[in-house]
C-alpha cells in the first residue's frame, strides 16, 4: 500500500473549505507510467503557461505599448536570462539527470549528498556571479542594446539589477526539477512554468500601478520563487532531504562540471542568438525589439508545447536505456518521440502561418499598438513559422546526446548554428533596405507601404540558422543507431504530409469564406471568430485525416492514458 494511503487510513481527512489536501498531494506526486503520458502533462502545463504568457505580453503591451520603456524592459531581461539559460537550464540541468541516474542505479544512500551538494555549489556559484552581474550591468547593457538613449539604458540597467536575483531561485529548482524527472513526477514540475508566469501577472496588475516597470521586474523575481516553492513538497515526497554538504570538489560534482562544461557553450549560442538580435534590433525604428520578442514569443510556444516537453518527457527514458546498456528500449524510444514531435508540430506550423495576422491581431492589436506593429510582427511570425519543426527538434535531439552523456557535439553545432545566424542577420539586413528581394518579401507577406522592414531580417537568419541546426544534430546522431526503424518513420511522415495539407486547405478554404461572406473584419470579436472557426476547422480535419490513415502517432495517445490508468 501507498505510503499516503497508510496515511490517509490512519489520520483524520484534512480539508478546508471542500479542498481535499490529500487528493492534491496525490495529483502532485503522482509518477507517470509512460514517455507518452508524461509529455501530455508537460504539453498541458505548458499550454496553460503559453495562455499565460501571452496574456502577460498583452497587458504589457496595453500598459506599455511598443516603444521605449518596454524595449529597455526586454533588454534587461537579456541578462538574467542569459545567466538562467546559459549556467542552469543549458549546462547543469542538462548534464545533472545522466549522473544523478548513474548513482541512483548504485549508491542510493549517497545520491542525495550528492543533490544536497550539488544545490550549495550551484547556489553560491550563481549568488556570487549575480553579484558581480550587478555591478557590472551597465557595461552588459551596452553590449546587449548600444542603440539605446542614455536614459533608456539607465532605465535597463535599473531594471536589470532587479531581475538578477531570479537566476540564484532558478538554480535551486532547477536541480529539484531533474530530480522529480527521474522519478517521473511530472505534475509539480509542469506547474513551475504557470506559477512562474502568474508571479510576473501579480507584478503587473499589484506592482505596477505603483511602482510602474519596475513592479514587472519585480514580479519576475516573486515568479522565480513560486517556481522554486511549488516543487520542494514533491521532491520531499521522492526521497529528497537537503543535508548540510559543501564539497566542490566532490568526484561527482567534477563529473558534474566536465558533462556541463561543453554544454554551456551549446546553451550560450541560443542566448547570444537573442542578444545579438536585440543589439540588432536596437538600431532599427523604436518598438523593433518589442515586435520582434511578441513574435518571437509565439512562435516558442509550439517548440515550448511540443518539442521541449517530449525532449524533457523521453530524457529520462534515454538516460536509463543508456546508463543500463539497453539498445532497443533507447532506439524505441527514440523513434517514437521523434514522430510524435513531428506529427503534433507540422500542424501546428501550417496554422501559424495562415492563421497569423489574426493571431496578432487578436494577442496585440489594441491599446497602443498600432496597425503598422501589428502587420510586421504578423509578417515575422510568418516567417518564424517556417522553421518551427526544426526548432521543436532540436531540444529533443540535443537531450539524446546527453542521455549518451555526450555534449561535446551539440556545443560544437550549436557554434556552427549561432556563427551562420549572425552573419546571416548582418547580409539580410543590408539585402532588405532595398532592391528586388525586398519588394518580393513585402509583397508577399503584404507589407505594402512600410519603408523599413528591416528587422525581417532578424526571423530570416534563425530560421536558416535553426534549420541547419537541426539537420547537424540528425546526421551526427544516425551514425549511433544500428537498427534504426526506418519504415516506420518515412511512413508516419507520409500521412503527416497528406493530413496537413487536407488540414491547410480546409483552413484556407474557410478564411476565404469568412473573410467575404460573413464579416468585414473590422472588429475584435470578428477576428477572434474567424480565427477561432478556421482553427478548429483545420484541426479537425487533420485529425480526421490522421484517423483516416489510422497515424499511429493519433493512437499512441490512447494507449498512453490506458496505461497510466492500469493499476
Known amino acids: 500500500m501507498a505510503v499516503l494511503d497508510r496515511i490517509r487510513l490512519t489520520c483524520p481527512p484534512t480539508s478546508l473549505y471542500g479542498i481535499d489536501f490529500f487528493m492534491i498531494s496525490r495529483i502532485l506526486n503522482s509518477q507517470s507510467k509512460t514517455v507518452t503520458f508524461s509529455a501530455l502533462i508537460l504539453l498541458g502545463a505548458s499550454l496553460v503557461s503559453g495562455v499565460l504568457g501571452l496574456l502577460r505580453n498583452r497587458m504589457l503591451v496595453q500598459a506599455f505599448g511598443a516603444g521605449e520603456v518596454f524595449d529597455a524592459y526586454l533588454a534587461a531581461f537579456r541578462v538574467p536570462d542569459l545567466l538562467s539559460g546559459i549556467l542552469i537550464f543549458g549546462g547543469v540541468s542538462a548534464a545533472f539527470l545522466p549522473i544523478f541516474a548513474t548513482l541512483a542505479q548504485k549508491e542510493k544512500e549517497q545520491v542525495w549528498e550528492f543533490v544536497s551538494n550539488v544545490l550549495y555549489v550551484l547556489v553560491g556559484v550563481l549568488s556570487a556571479l549575480s553579484l558581480v552581474l550587478i555591478m557590472v550591468a551597465p557595461f552588459f547593457i551596452h553590449w546587449i542594446a548600444p542603440g539605446f538613449s542614455t536614459e533608456q539604458a539607465l532605465l535597463a540597467v535599473s531594471l536589470t539589477r532587479i531581475m538578477l536575483v531570479a537566476p540564484v531561485l532558478f538554480g535551486a529548482s532547477s536541480i529539484l526539477s531533474s530530480v522529480l524527472q527521474y522519478f517521473d513526477r511530472f505534475m509539480a514540475y509542469a506547474l513551475a512554468p504557470i506559477f512562474y508566469n502568474m508571479g510576473i501577472i501579480a507584478g503587473i496588475v499589484f506592482l505596477a500601478p505603483l511602482w510602474g516597470i519596475w513592479g514587472v ?74 515586435i520582434f520578442t511578441l513574435a518571437n514569443d509565439i512562435q516558442y510556444i509550439p517548440v515550448g508545447l511540443i518539442g521541449v516537453p517530449f525532449a524533457l518527457a523521453v530524457f529520462p527514458a534515454l538516460s536509463r536505456a543508456a546508463a543500463q546498456l539497453n539498445g532497443k528500449d533507447f532506439i524505441n524510444s527514440f523513434s517514437l518521440t521523434l514522430r510524435q514531435i513531428i506529427f503534433f508540430v507540422v500542424p501546428i506550423a501550417i496554422l501559424l502561418f495562415l492563421l497569423r495576422a489574426q493571431t496578432v491581431r487578436v494577442l496585440y492589436g489594441a491599446g497602443t499598438f498600432g496597425w503598422e506593429e501589428t502587420r510586421l510582427t504578423a509578417a515575422i511570425l510568418g516567417i ?35 556563427g551562420l545566424n549572425i552573419i546571416l542577420a548582418f547580409l539580410f539586413m543590408g539585402i532588405l533596405e532595398g532592391g528586388v528581394f525586398r519588394e518580393i518579401l513585402a509583397s508577399f507577406l503584404r507589407l505594402g507601404h512600410i519603408q523599413d522592414i528591416r528587422v525581417l531580417a532578424l526571423p530570416l537568419a534563425m530560421v536558416c540558422s535553426g534549420a541547419l541546426h537541426a539537420v547537424l544534430l540528425g546526421v551526427m546522431l544516425w551514425p549511433r543507431f544500428r537498427e534504426f526503424p526506418s519504415k516506420e518513420v518515412f511512413s508516419s511522415l507520409g500521412k503527416i504530409a497528406v493530413s496537413s495539407l487536407v488540414m491547410g486547405g480546409v483552413v484556407y478554404l474557410t478564411l476565404l469564406f469568412m473573410g467575404t461572406a460573413v464579416f468585414e473584419l473590422r472588429t475584435f470579436w470578428e477576428v477572434f471568430s474567424q480565427l477561432t472557426v478556421a482553427g478548429v476547422a483545420g484541426v479537425l480535419a487533420y485529425i480526421f485525416s490522421s484517423l483516416i490513415l489510422r497515424s499511429p502517432e493519433l493512437f499512441s495517445l490512447k494507449t498512453a492514458f490506458q496505461k497510466q490508468l492500469e493499476q
Request: net charge positive; proline share 6%; aromatic share 10%.
Open 384 to 418: 518564424f513559422s517556417m522553421g518551427v519543426v526544426f526548432y521543436a527538434l532540436v531540444p529533443f535531439l540535443a537531450r539524446t546526446f546527453f542521455s549518451l552523456q555526450n555534449t561535446v557535439i551539440p556545443m560544437t553545432v550549436s557554434l556552427v548554428s549561432m
Open 217 to 290: 521586474a519585480a514580479g519576475v523575481v516573486a515568479g522565480a520563487l513560486l517556481h522554486l516553492g511549488v516543487q520542494v513538497p514533491s521532491a520531499i515526497a521522492s526521497g529528497f532531504r537537503l543535508k548540510r554538504i559543501f564539497r566542490p570538489r566532490d568526484p561527482s560534482v567534477l563529473r558534474l562540471l566536465a558533462l556541463a562544461l561543453p554544454r554551456i557553450p551549446s546553451a550560450a549560442a541560443f542566448h547570444i542568438n537573442l542578444v545579438v538580435m536585440t543589439a540588432l534590433a536596437s538600431f532599427l525604428s523604436a518598438g523593433s525589439i518589442t
